[in-house]
Each structure stands twice: as structure tokens, then as C-alpha cells.
Nanobody
Framework: QVKLVESGGGLVQAGDSLRLSCLASGRNFNTNSMGWFRRAPGKEREFVGS????????YYGASVEGRFTISRDNEKNTMYLQMDSLRPEDTAIYYC?????????????????WGQGTQVTVSS
């Protein structure tokens, strides 16, 4: 069974940092790009960022550009989201996903495997 499991969420204060992890099991995603999305209460799902299959190229949403960093360790089948300078508006459930393609993509329809999400809450 293919699973993506996020971890590392929690409650932090504005300005703090947090690192999320996404562990894939059941198959190898070393030839797939992967991404992070989030959904805040009452809002649409938002693209956070994506990383290509080799980890050499990333693409971020405008609201997190310069504050968040995506990386991956293909030997560990794990992707990471380093979140710095967190703001209350970053509060959301964060989801990792694996895409059908090798290169970065912000389009959620290009992702066919999704995790269950992890809650990140940033207090002011």
C-alpha cells in the first residue's frame, strides 16, 4: 500500500521555524516530483512548493517564497519543508503529495498520491 505520511507539525509563535517531513512507503518516488500544499480554515487549497525528482529544482508559491525551503532525500524516500519566519497566516493543514511527472508543478491535478496532512498553527 502506497502511503505518504507527514510529520513535524505543531503550535509555534510568529517568527519561529518548523520543519515538516513527508515519508513515502509502499513504492519509490525517486523519479517523481513532489510537493507541499496547505489548506487554511475557510480557504481554498494553496500550493506551497514543489521539488523535482532529483532535488535540483524547486518552485514556490508567492506567499512563502524566501521563507520556506523544500528538500528531499531519495535514499530515505523523504521530503522536507523547512519553514522559517512563520506568520499567523501560515496556519493550515499541510499536505505532501507525489506527482506523475519528474519536474516541479504547482497544479494539484498533476499529483496522484496525497498524505493525510499535519496541522501547523502559528500564534501571534
Amino acid at each position: 500500500q502506497v502511503k505518504l505520511v507527514e510529520s513535524g507539525g505543531g503550535l509555534v509563535q510568529a517568527g519561529d521555524s518548523l520543519r515538516l517531513s513527508c515519508l513515502a512507503s509502499g513504492r519509490n518516488f525517486n523519479t517523481n516530483s513532489m510537493g507541499w500544499f496547505r489548506r487554511a480554515p475557510g480557504k481554498e487549497r494553496e500550493f506551497v512548493g514543489s521539488i523535482n525528482w532529483r532535488g535540483t529544482s524547486t518552485y514556490y508559491g508567492a506567499s512563502v517564497e524566501g521563507r520556506f525551503t523544500i528538500s528531499r532525500d531519495n535514499e530515505k524516500n523523504t521530503m522536507y519543508l523547512q519553514m522559517d519566519s512563520l506568520r499567523p497566516e501560515d496556519t493550515a493543514i499541510y499536505y505532501c503529495a507525489a506527482a506523475r511527472h519528474m519536474e516541479t508543478t504547482p497544479n494539484p491535478t498533476n499529483y496522484n498520491f496525497w498524505g493525510q496532512g499535519t496541522q501547523v498553527t502559528v500564534s501571534s
